[in-house]
């Protein structure tokens, strides 16, 4: 690896975790503008066009706001935690290929910072890494409601996690390759080649979603911060830019959950349908239907936030272990004996 | 850039394994231990074992340290007070074999190092394919005697858990 490669990977490193901001920033625009007109309120509208700029005043409020420390906190594993949890919801994204590969002066790069043979597994690991910023800030806030909220979200994350990794099994099985830029590959052409429908990968394609929505803490499955038993849950205790830094890690944590989504299942930045262009209109073209899709995932993600209730806990780990688990078997063994008979007419 | 790597890891394993041993709180010690547990597979990508760096974050590091974390928070363990007893016979007995297999360590390193040249790795080494394939081709007897192993254990820790079923 020469300096030129590691700095085009750090210029993309800059790049991606630049736009992963300005996504979370508009993303909590959208959740609380769609919040209120799901509500019938208007959400947030004084601040700039149609409210556009109060990510802004938000980011500039929580850097001004006192930073409150508990004087009972284990205070450098309290200060640890936000951190762990930012920057492990950051390091999953390295794996999503967010288009295609494109010649610079000469030089083919590929539109993704990380491609790994095992990239799908260093998704897993990141975000399995990712459960430690929640128990951490639970057990240093020395407060019941935050190691409740702690509690809840270690054995939420890791019974969810197993059910999640078995979904992908299915895609595996079908490309034969851990590899999500190869993966995306295999799914070029019309958009019925896509895994979830040229791949029979629905169920597949459901319980990812659900345990996806599990393993990111959104509703219906926000028992670790669920308000009305638990004050805030695990972030209780945090003020100012520690609390702003666990919300932009569950923002970061739903974009890279929706952008697999995209990849594994729904073709990743390829249109679906051929169009008659080549070289940079094409990888343009690429990249924003990549965006499109991954935006879908988004509204929909604000879009149960605000119609499904809270489950119980008792639910919770009964849908994960007694349903997704059992369905995620099921669709390794169909996705099984549809590749090893061939049945899927390719 | 590989020694610089495996220094700053070397450092990360030993100081988070001594923490491991040393602190008082229970917690912390668990944090460490994940620590040192990715430090660990830190090692394994500088081998080219990748596919193993991998399963080592997410089973030890994801799930089993994670599960380990639980049970300390759910009993809420208080920090351990400092002892100025007398070491017992068993502190001592193992003080002893941790020199000795460190004297065997040693010497099994000075053996295997001396003039002998490593032939270089395959370019598949570590993927996951590599690994696939000779876990179900070579080793497949072994590997299904493991898995059959692990379903007896969790048979056993089920029928412990639950007297009544």
Partial sequence: MNWLEIAITLAEILVVANALMIGVSIMTWIERRLSGMIQFRWGPNRVGPFGLFQPLADGIKFLMKEDIIPAEAHKPIFVLAPALSLVTALCAFAVVPFGPTVEIAGRTIDLVILDLDGGLLFGLAAASLGVYGIVCAGWSSRSKYALMGGLRASAQMVSYELALALSLIGVVLLSGTLRPVAIVEQQAGWFWNWNVFGGWQILGFLVFLVAGFAETNRLPFDLPEAESELVAGYHTEYSAMKFSMFVMAEYIAMITVSAMATTLFFGGYQLGFPVPLEGWPLAILQVCAFLAKLSAFLVLFVWVRWTLPRFRYDQLMDLGWKRLLPLGLINVIVTGALVAFDLLGN | ?165
Avoid: C
């Fill in chain 2, 1 to 165: 850039m590989e020694l610089v790597a495996f220094v700053i890891l070397t450092a990360l394993a030993v100081v988070s394994a001594g923490v491991v041993l040393l602190h008082r709180s229970p917690v912390v010690a668990a944090l460490s231990l994940a620590a040192n547990l990715i430090a660990v597979a830190g090692f394994y990508l500088l081998l080219n074992a990748q596919f193993l760096a991998l399963l080592q974050v997410i089973v030890y590091a994801g799930a089993i340290m994670v599960l380990v974390l639980f049970v300390i928070m759910l009993l809420n363990l208080p920090e351990e007070a400092r002892r100025h007893d007398r070491p017992s016979a068993q502190s001592v007995l193992g003080m002893a074999l941790a020199v000795v297999f460190v004297a065997v360590l040693g010497w099994a390193l000075a053996r295997a190092s001396s003039g002998q040249e490593f032939p270089p790795s395959s370019p598949t080494f570590g993927s996951v394919g590599s690994v696939g394939t000779a876990l179900f081709t070579t080793f497949f007897y072994p590997f299904e005697a493991v898995s059959l192993l692990l379903v007896v254990a969790m048979i056993g820790a089920v029928l412990l858990a639950k007297r009544r079923i």
